[in-house]
């Protein structure tokens, strides 16, 4: 118990620290590029709270949450099939193989040109960009659901759907959540990669406008935002995986203290 | 046709008829059972007996409908085998591998009869009703993974109990339980087929459980598997783990089939 204690407040104390660290060391800074963290403050409160909040924050999020939730509601289902219908897997596996090689960034300039500047654009980016690791994932994960299992389904004789549901999806969840957690981070970049490459729109619009204007303790502010909302995200997909998966984190627990 | 060693009055419910199974075609078949004939009858405990590797667990998976066999047959009243049965229920030897781990005990035990469609207060008095038979009401709310090995195979039987099957089939259910727990399970068989009145075949390799356990032992022979003899055991009705080994017909009985398994082919 007073060990967690003292990681704990390790865990918070350190952050603090760089940024009191950050905060006295640049107090007097006279380099344009490193502006006091006052100013960046300052900044960060004038452009994010609140006047670009709705504009340009939550058009941001908005775009990352939408995008995120079709590429997982589109990678578990395609996942499914792929995996459990044979021609689908020969027809769809190369091509899966072929897609996720290419950096999702660098597809941004072709949905540009195919599509324009609007935020179809950007969703589309998002969405294909993390589609793919939670795709693989999902596939990966109901390959390897034990015979065992399958089995006992059989015997009970459950119901096409029911094993789909009951038993398949609990059984590749771990694995589909490894994926999910990886697609957010993808999301959580091409959603940025989108704003700067082809939107005057969004944080990250914003962020490189300010760089390119010259403002650089906006263009701090900005970098400081995607910092926290990454952080945040992050975060939050941490504490609902360990509710969905109380199972499998619990019996992992047991294991290693076993 | 009929085995020789079956009364005449009673009813053969399980019937396997030359069934043989191999795996692969041509060639590189590998034949894994032979030739296989005998039958079970209405609430009868039979236990199939042979060297490990012999084919058992194959043999089972033909008998639940997960294989199909190569050849011949296995039929339950009469009706071929020819996916899982709606009779049937199996209790596999890998308890680690048999359970939901992210369901807990109870829901373990839901998750066949929910398919089953049956009334909410029925699913919960067979539920409780299979946990108190194998000693695990208070598991309930458990995860099979915080449980022992014997426990979680205990719960693998109540999930089989509160299906209700009319047969029981189960393969090596005790292999990796202690001895005392594996005595404890044995009892529980014992103690399920008379309060439920389930025909019951249990595949094992050790033959003092299976003269213990068994009206009649199927005895198998290596490689590819074939019936050597079917023993009839006569041992008396209420079996007991002290009285019952210890008598000198229960050494007689168990001599008899390990000789037989013993002797080369």
């Known amino acids: 118990m007073n060990r967690k204690a003292v990681n704990w ?143 006992v389904s059989a015997v009970y004789r459950l119901t096409r759907r029911e094993k789909m549901v009951q038993v398949y999806l609990p059984a590749a969840g771990p694995h589909i959540a490894s994926g999910m957690q990886v697609s957010l981070q993808v999301a959580f970049i091409v959603m940025i990669a989108s704003e700067m490459l082809g939107s005057s729109q969004g944080i990250g619009a914003m962020t490189l406008l300010a760089q390119q204007s010259f403002m650089i303790s906006d263009m701090w502010a900005g970098i400081l935002l995607l910092g926290i909302i990454g952080f945040a995200a992050n975060l939050l997909f941490e504490i609902i995986k360990n509710k969905v998966l109380a199972w499998y984190v619990g019996s992992k627990r047991l294991a290693r203290t076993a | 046709m009929a085995e020789a060693n079956v009364s005449s009055d009673a009813t053969v419910r399980l019937r396997v008829d030359g069934l043989a199974k191999s795996y692969g075609t041509g060639d590189k078949a590998k034949v894994v059972i032979e030739d296989l004939t005998f039958t079970v ?88 009703s299979a946990l108190e038979a194998v000693g695990l009401s208070h598991a309930e709310h458990q995860y099979p993974w915080q449980l022992s090995g014997g ?53 094992t390799h050790d033959i003092d459980e299976a003269v213990y356990l068994s009206d009649r032992v199927v005895v198998l022979g290596s490689k590819p598997a074939k019936v050597l003899k ?8 209420p079996r007991d783990q002290i009285t019952t080994r210890s008598l000198p017909e229960f050494a007689r009985q168990r001599t008899d089939v390990l000789s037989l398994i013993k002797r080369p082919a």
């Open chain 1, 9 to 151: 407040s390790l865990g918070v104390g350190a952050p603090l620290l760089l940024v009191a660290l950050w905060w006295t060391l640049s107090s007097t800074s006279t380099n344009t590029f490193f502006p006091p963290l006052s100013i960046i403050l300052e900044r960060f409160q004038a452009l994010w709270l609140f006047d670009h909040f709705t504009s340009d924050v939550l058009l941001s999020l908005r775009n990352l949450l939408l995008g995120y939730a079709l590429a997982t509601v589109i990678g578990v289902g395609l996942g499914f099939i792929i995996a459990l219908v044979p021609v689908a897997r020969w027809v769809l596996d190369p091509l899966i193989h072929f897609f996720r090689g290419i950096p999702p960034v660098a597809l941004v300039p072709i949905f540009i040109s195919l599509i324009g500047f609007g935020v179809e654009m950007r969703l589309l980016s998002i969405t294909l960009a993390a589609l793919f690791p939670t795709l693989i994932a999902t596939v990966d994960g109901i390959r390897s659901v034990d015979s065992g299992l399958k089995d």
């Open chain 2, 41 to 128: 009858n209405a609430g009868e405990m039979v236990c199939i007996v042979g060297p490990s590797g012999v084919g058992k667990t194959t043999l089972l998976k033909c008998l639940a409908g997960l294989q199909p066999a190569t050849r011949g047959q296995a039929s339950i009243d009469g009706r071929t085998i020819s996916g899982p049965p709606p009779e049937m229920a199996l209790v596999f030897q890998d308890y680690n591998r048999s359970l939901m781990p992210w369901l807990t005990v109870r829901k373990n035990l839901m998750l066949p009869l929910r398919h089953l469609r049956l009334p909410a207060a029925e699913a919960k008095e067979r539920c409780d």
């Open chain 2, 151 to 203: 426990m979680q195979q205990r719960v693998a039987i109540a999930r089989a109990l509160a299906y209700r099957p009319e047969i029981l089939i189960m393969d090596e259910p005790f292999a990796s339980v202690d001895a005392q727990t594996r005595f404890d399970l044995e009892d529980l068989c014992l103690k399920i087929r008379q309060d439920f009145g389930m025909t019951i075949l249990v595949v």
């Open chain 2, 230 to 237: 079917i023993v009839d055991v006569d041992l008396p009705a």
